[in-house]
């Protein structure tokens, strides 16, 4: 293995806790770190291969899951942080010394308004929920990876017990359609 999928993965995947109470997610700076606190689980964990999402060094992907932004509380050091793009839907902010994302925020009219995408390996407790599918799989080859290798990268995940996608999966593809459609009317609202 030549690569990392991430660090959190390439030796498998442990499962969560269902009952997994939450906890503090902080950056990577020496002293005053940025830190979060999330009451309970986060839903949807994936790994994703966009080149928006943060990931450690030399990671492929990013994981990441979300929770709803009431769970989420920003508990030390907030003047730190800044939001990386104001005009993506996803408003990640980054601590602005060390650079990982603490959380991303929809603000937008947008089916996922409403929740928080963070990343649980900045936890240092387990039982966090386990991925669950990779997305934007050939996402990696716009940021230099060779094409022909991406099957390779899908074996990776099927063999870890992971479906592969080149967008979100479908529940969500199909839930973002049908806002889409009752939002233009073609589906009642
Ligand atoms: N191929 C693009 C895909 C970017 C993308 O669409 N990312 C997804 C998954 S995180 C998304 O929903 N982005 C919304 C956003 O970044 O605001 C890239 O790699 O930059
Ligand atoms: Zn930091
Ligand atoms: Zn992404």
């Not at 050939?138 to 996608?165: C, M, N, W």
Request: overall charge neutral.
């Amino acid at each position: 293995m030549s690569y990392s999928l991430h660090p959190a993965i390439d030796n498998g995947i442990k499962a969560g806790q269902s009952d997994f109470p939450g906890g503090k997610l902080t950056c990577h700076c020496s002293s005053d770190k940025v830190e979060i606190t999330i009451e309970g689980n986060v839903l949807h964990n994936h790994a994703c291969g966009c080149s928006k999402c943060w990931k450690p060094a030399n990671a492929l992907f990013s994981i990441v899951g979300v929770t709803p932004k009431d769970n989420l509380k920003v508990t030390a050091n907030e003047s730190k942080l800044q939001i990386v793009d104001e005009s993506a839907a996803i408003q990640r902010h980054a601590c602005s010394k060390c650079g990982v994302h603490l959380f991303g925020r929809i603000v937008q009219d947008h089916p996922f308004k409403g929740l928080d995408f963070v990343h649980t390996e900045l936890s240092d407790k387990a039982g966090w929920q386990e991925p669950q599918f990779a997305a934007f799989v050939s996402s990696i080859i716009e940021q230099g990876f060779p094409p022909d290798k991406a099957s390779e990268v899908r074996d990776r995940f099927h063999k870890l017990g992971l479906e592969t996608y080149d967008a979100l999966s479908p529940p969500l593809m199909d839930a973002i359609a049908t806002y889409n459609a009752k939002k233009s009317g073609k589906l009642p609202a």
